[in-house]
């Protein structure tokens, strides 16, 4: 690390990595080093605010070295420490994994609210394209009465779904479906659904180059674009109605509204919700 200090602290290697991370073009640059280092000193990142003068041995600072040129490369924060925060579940992740969007907590936590007098009941719960699993994890953190499912065409997420179920001491469901023939497949015709969840890929791939580099070289691409998303979502509207299910999707904003417009051939009164930035992103739509 060029420039260093006569002693590396805590503070130290913050502003100088913050530096560093701008200088690449990495998003978030000081949240990384923070991240990075609390990984390191294994403490919590807002710990670091009461250490700013604690010097780092050699030790860490070997450590933290290839975690911070990982990230200067552009590789995802959370693949380099190997998990992140959702809600309240702590979720694996790794590549071949989407990695959980906070706009995908804000769904959760419109369904948690919109669901709420229903806490006590053994809903059965279905996320389709569950990806880590986050979504039925937080699900059943919240709600341990309800029968949470997830079901992905990856086997990959599927392992991991799994292993952050365990982790996380939730007792939930997996196993693999495809959205394209969901009517079709016997696990998901043999329970009857009383709320479905939905993330499906919904980045068409001309929009590629509207996103960052980190996202593009890193994460699965079977998880973020799809030749036709609304062919996706008219899938799992059209199963949704026939389940008699309450229904909870994100949306790419740009078509959020023809999302809309799919739900209202099933449902009565579907709404569209934007995110915390004003973007226009939920499509709820209730029995």
Not at 79 to 108: C, M, N, W
Not at 133 to 158: F, H, Q, R
Request: charged fraction near 25%; include cysteine; aromatic fraction near 8%.
């Amino acid at each position: 690390m060029s420039s260093k200090p006569p002693v590396w602290t805590v503070l130290s290697m913050i502003e100088w990595a913050t530096g560093y991370f701008q200088e690449k073009d990495i998003p978030d640059s000081r949240q990384s080093i923070e991240w990075l280092l609390a990984e390191v000193l294994d403490t919590k990142r807002l710990n670091l605010y009461l250490q700013f003068d604690r010097p780092l041995s050699g030790k860490e600072l070997e450590e933290l070295r290839p975690l911070v040129k990982r990230r200067a490369n552009g590789e995802p924060l959370q693949y380099i420490i190997g998990h992140t925060d959702f809600l309240h579940a702590s979720i694996k992740v790794k590549p071949g994994v989407l990695i959980p969007r906070i706009e995908t907590e804000q769904l959760v936590d419109l369904l948690l609210i919109r669901e709420a007098d229903k806490a006590e009941k053994p809903l059965n719960v279905l996320d389709i394209g569950t990806g880590s699993g986050c979504i039925p994890i937080a699900l059943k953190l919240e709600n341990m009465n309800w029968n949470c499912y997830g079901c992905d065409i990856s086997d990959k997420a599927l392992a991991v779904a799994s292993d952050n179920a365990a982790e996380n001491g939730a007792e939930v469901t997996f196993f693999e479906a495809d959205i394209k023939s969901l009517k079709e497949n016997s696990t998901l015709k043999s329970t009857k659904w009383d709320i479905i969840i939905s993330n499906p890929p919904y980045i068409l791939p001309e929009e590629k180059d509207e996103m960052h580099k980190q996202v593009l070289e890193y994460e699965p691409e079977v998880a973020l674009f799809h030749n036709s998303p609304l062919t996706l979502y008219r899938h799992i509207t059209e199963f949704a109605s026939e389940c008699s299910a309450s229904l909870y999707l994100e949306c790419n904003d740009k078509t959020s509204k023809e999302v809309l417009g799919i739900a209202q051939n099933y449902f009565s009164g579907p709404e569209l919700k934007k995110d915390l930035d004003g973007n226009d992103r939920f499509v709820i739509a209730l029995q």
